[in-house]
Protein backbone atom coordinates (compact mmCIF):
# COMPACT_ATOMS: atom_id res chain seq x y z
CA UNK A 1 0.00 0.00 0.00
CA UNK A 2 3.03 2.48 0.65
CA UNK A 3 4.61 2.10 -3.25
CA UNK A 4 1.14 2.42 -4.45
CA UNK A 5 0.80 5.82 -2.10
CA UNK A 6 4.03 6.77 -3.37
CA UNK A 7 3.44 6.00 -6.96
CA UNK A 8 0.19 8.37 -6.57
CA UNK A 9 1.97 11.29 -5.24
CA UNK A 10 5.03 10.75 -7.89
CA UNK A 11 2.15 11.01 -10.39
CA UNK A 12 0.56 13.91 -8.84
CA UNK A 13 3.65 15.79 -8.64
CA UNK A 14 4.84 15.22 -12.04
CA UNK A 15 0.83 16.25 -13.21
CA UNK A 16 1.22 19.41 -11.69
CA UNK A 17 4.25 20.75 -13.15
CA UNK A 18 3.38 23.58 -15.69
CA UNK A 19 4.19 22.84 -19.32
CA UNK A 20 7.27 23.60 -21.15
CA UNK A 21 9.76 22.93 -23.48
CA UNK A 22 10.65 20.30 -22.39
CA UNK A 23 6.87 18.16 -22.19
CA UNK A 24 7.50 14.91 -23.67
CA UNK A 25 6.24 13.94 -26.67
CA UNK A 26 5.23 10.27 -28.64
CA UNK A 27 7.58 9.50 -31.27
CA UNK A 28 6.74 11.02 -34.86
CA UNK A 29 4.29 8.78 -37.16
CA UNK A 30 2.56 6.55 -33.96
CA UNK A 31 -0.37 8.28 -34.00
CA UNK A 32 -3.50 7.91 -36.75
CA UNK A 33 -6.61 9.23 -36.36
CA UNK A 34 -9.86 7.12 -37.89
CA UNK A 35 -12.17 8.58 -39.69
CA UNK A 36 -16.11 8.54 -39.01
CA UNK A 37 -15.63 6.65 -42.31
CA UNK A 38 -13.53 4.01 -41.57
CA UNK A 39 -15.68 0.72 -41.63
CA UNK A 40 -16.92 -1.18 -38.34
CA UNK A 41 -14.68 -3.97 -39.33
CA UNK A 42 -11.66 -2.56 -39.62
CA UNK A 43 -12.18 -1.21 -35.95
CA UNK A 44 -11.71 -4.87 -34.43
CA UNK A 45 -8.24 -4.15 -33.50
CA UNK A 46 -9.23 -1.02 -31.17
CA UNK A 47 -12.09 -3.56 -29.21
CA UNK A 48 -14.82 -0.82 -30.74
CA UNK A 49 -18.03 -2.19 -29.27
CA UNK A 50 -21.44 -2.30 -31.65
CA UNK A 51 -22.88 -0.11 -28.86
CA UNK A 52 -20.92 3.23 -29.72
CA UNK A 53 -22.22 2.96 -33.14
CA UNK A 54 -22.12 7.23 -33.79
CA UNK A 55 -18.81 8.53 -34.70
CA UNK A 56 -16.83 11.67 -35.39
CA UNK A 57 -13.61 12.48 -36.79
CA UNK A 58 -11.00 14.11 -33.97
CA UNK A 59 -9.15 16.88 -34.62
CA UNK A 60 -5.75 17.64 -34.72
CA UNK A 61 -6.40 20.27 -31.75
CA UNK A 62 -8.12 17.28 -29.66
CA UNK A 63 -5.21 14.92 -30.03
CA UNK A 64 -2.79 17.70 -29.15
CA UNK A 65 -5.14 18.16 -26.11
CA UNK A 66 -5.11 14.10 -24.85
CA UNK A 67 -1.46 12.87 -26.04
CA UNK A 68 0.43 14.75 -22.94
CA UNK A 69 -2.08 13.42 -20.26
CA UNK A 70 -1.78 10.41 -22.08
CA UNK A 71 2.00 9.78 -22.33
CA UNK A 72 2.53 10.82 -18.44
CA UNK A 73 -0.66 7.73 -17.68
CA UNK A 74 0.83 5.08 -19.42
CA UNK A 75 4.13 6.30 -17.69
CA UNK A 76 2.30 5.83 -14.58
CA UNK A 77 0.73 2.26 -15.39
CA UNK A 78 4.29 0.88 -16.56
CA UNK A 79 5.43 1.37 -13.35
CA UNK A 80 2.32 -0.22 -11.85
CA UNK A 81 2.19 -2.92 -14.21
CA UNK A 82 6.46 -4.04 -13.37
CA UNK A 83 5.49 -3.34 -9.88
CA UNK A 84 3.04 -6.47 -9.94
CA UNK A 85 4.04 -8.15 -13.08
CA UNK A 86 8.05 -7.51 -13.56
CA UNK A 87 7.52 -7.50 -16.94
CA UNK A 88 7.37 -3.58 -18.16
CA UNK A 89 10.49 -2.68 -16.79
CA UNK A 90 12.51 -1.16 -19.99
CA UNK A 91 9.43 -0.52 -22.01
CA UNK A 92 8.67 3.44 -22.86
CA UNK A 93 5.68 5.47 -22.90
CA UNK A 94 7.12 7.29 -26.30
CA UNK A 95 6.96 4.09 -28.01
CA UNK A 96 3.20 2.89 -28.06
CA UNK A 97 1.56 3.49 -31.98
CA UNK A 98 -1.96 4.68 -31.16
CA UNK A 99 -5.27 4.42 -33.52
CA UNK A 100 -7.47 7.04 -32.33
CA UNK A 101 -11.15 7.08 -32.69
CA UNK A 102 -13.97 9.28 -31.99
CA UNK A 103 -16.83 8.09 -30.12
CA UNK A 104 -20.36 9.75 -29.72
CA UNK A 105 -23.37 8.88 -27.10
CA UNK A 106 -26.06 10.25 -26.21
CA UNK A 107 -24.41 13.99 -26.72
CA UNK A 108 -21.35 13.03 -25.76
CA UNK A 109 -17.93 13.27 -27.32
CA UNK A 110 -15.36 10.81 -26.33
CA UNK A 111 -11.88 9.38 -28.11
CA UNK A 112 -10.76 5.91 -27.90
CA UNK A 113 -7.23 5.59 -28.06
CA UNK A 114 -5.68 2.42 -28.00
CA UNK A 115 -1.96 1.28 -28.89
CA UNK A 116 0.65 -1.15 -29.00
CA UNK A 117 4.07 -1.18 -28.11
CA UNK A 118 6.35 -0.46 -31.28
CA UNK A 119 3.99 -1.67 -33.71
CA UNK A 120 0.63 -0.93 -35.53
CA UNK A 121 -2.47 -2.21 -32.86
CA UNK A 122 -3.72 -5.42 -33.59
CA UNK A 123 -7.04 -7.67 -32.03
CA UNK A 124 -4.82 -9.75 -29.38
CA UNK A 125 -6.65 -11.17 -26.40
CA UNK A 126 -3.43 -11.40 -24.08
CA UNK A 127 -1.33 -8.26 -25.34
CA UNK A 128 -0.49 -7.42 -21.52
CA UNK A 129 1.32 -3.78 -20.79
CA UNK A 130 2.38 -3.82 -25.51
CA UNK A 131 -1.43 -3.34 -26.14
CA UNK A 132 -3.52 -0.90 -24.06
CA UNK A 133 -7.18 0.90 -24.60
CA UNK A 134 -8.38 4.24 -22.99
CA UNK A 135 -11.22 6.35 -23.49
CA UNK A 136 -11.17 10.34 -23.05
CA UNK A 137 -14.34 12.84 -22.43
CA UNK A 138 -13.78 15.11 -24.31
CA UNK A 139 -15.91 17.60 -22.35
CA UNK A 140 -14.41 16.88 -19.23
CA UNK A 141 -11.17 16.34 -20.67
CA UNK A 142 -9.90 13.84 -18.80
CA UNK A 143 -9.81 10.07 -19.73
CA UNK A 144 -12.33 7.89 -18.26
CA UNK A 145 -10.75 4.61 -18.38
CA UNK A 146 -7.12 3.27 -19.25
CA UNK A 147 -6.25 -0.35 -19.02
CA UNK A 148 -3.13 -2.29 -20.44
CA UNK A 149 -4.39 -5.93 -22.92
CA UNK A 150 -5.88 -8.68 -20.66
CA UNK A 151 -3.78 -11.29 -18.80
CA UNK A 152 -4.37 -15.06 -19.10
Not at 66 to 73: A, D, F, K, R, S
Amino acid sequence: MRIFCLLVFALLVVACQPAGSDTRSFAPNTGQVVTAETPQEQLRACMHFPEHNARWTPTENDISTLNPVLIELIEYRLMEDNLTYGDSAEMRPEQYHRFYVGLEREGWRFIHVCGRYEATPAYILDGGPTQFAALYDTRLQKFEWFEFGYRA
